[in-house]
């Protein structure tokens, strides 16, 4: 959450940390089109972040903008306003997340890609569900890509398929994403992935196009942190050509191998499945399947995994920071334009954060004056 300062006395530093162009995306977004009043995309904007960053409600944020000053606008109208802005919080998050990935690209010349999906949920069994689908860059810790969907539907679960990929890319992800046309969209765009194998989503084969022998494979492992590593193709359905890789798995602590048996088997009792043997076999294991050349030993890639626990950070940061997990219960328009404007307004935490740190001693960029300024002047 933005403090209640920033939309004060620091609205200047605000502004000075906005997308390039953010005032025209509000006429080109029809933003504003058939305001009767306050017509000016800066003025419309700080009511809005009144409610979406500072957790005001409607009926409050229009009183604290009457008494403001900003605009005489009931709580309904600026719901409204939240709808007809929805492309525009949309093109704000996307306009953020170009500028900083061309900023991130010029300090590092890594391309590691942390991804993840998280739900949303509106309040109540009958309440409607968004899935955002979320990449971190590593090491710089900055978004360069989000997609929101619904939750139900074709294309709508956790895929690589909703990232753009390009060559010198290496996406991790967790076993959500471990399935052949996830794999299949990220390396024929030249990328590399690191995924957590599923062994139930997927079929691994040998070099010899054989079924592999995961169980003999994984029960040569015996000791705690023992590493091994294994040339395998994964490929989907009978027919599809398998995509060559390495399967790297460590066996886990004994107290890591119980906790993860009674999860597992917990949730076979609350589906009403039977538990299989293969089922408590794997979880004594953590299994990962990667692309990555071989000058990356199967010890670096478990621990190129385990950065991705870093994005799941940042969708608790979200839900903490931003109130991103407690959608209000209104109509698909109005929750889709407060999704966008949370991200929005998590996104430009970020980027204040980031200035704060690295830009001392005042923590914002200093903007270049109209007019030359003479030295006898000052």
Sequence with gaps: MLSPDVMNE???????????????LALETLALKGLRQDKD????????LLHLACGHSLRETATRARASGLANLSDVAILKRLRKSK????????????????????????????????????????GSAWRIHYS?????????????????GKGTGESLAHFAVEQGDHLVADRGYSNFSSVAHATSGGAVVTIRLNPRAVRLVDELQKPFQLKRALRSLTKTSEVGCWTVG???????????????????????INK????????????GRKLQPDTLLHAEYVMVFTTAPATLSACEILEIYRLRWQVELVFKRFKQIAQLGHLPKEDEESS????????????????????????SPWGYGVAT????ESVAGI
């Design 260 to 271: 993860a048996q009674a999860k597992v088997t917990r949730s076979a009792s609350s589906n």
């Design 234 to 256: 994964l490929t989907g359905a009978a027919g599809q050509p398998p995509i060559t890789g390495r399967l790297c798995a460590i066996r886990k602590s004994q107290a890591a």
């Design 136 to 152: 971190l860059r590593w090491p710089e810790l900055a978004c360069d890509h989000f997609t929101l969907t619904a939750t139900q």
């Design 41 to 48: 995309a800066g003025v419309c904007l700080r009511i809005l």
């Design 336 to 359: 889709q334009a407060w999704l966008y404007g949370k991200l929005f307004v998590a996104l430009l935490t970020e980027r204040l954060i980031r200035y704060a740190e690295t830009l």
């Design 10 to 24: 620091d609205w200047s530093v605000l502004l000075s940390l906005m997308p390039q162009g953010w005032e025209s």
């Design 369 to 372: 004056p109209a007019k030359p």
């Design 87 to 126: 492309n525009w919080l949309k093109e704000l998050c996307r306009k953020l997340l170009r500028e900083d990935a061309l900023a991130t690209q010029r300090k590092s010349g890594l391309a590691l890609r942390l991804i993840d999906g998280t739900l949303i949920q509106e309040p109540g069994p009958t």
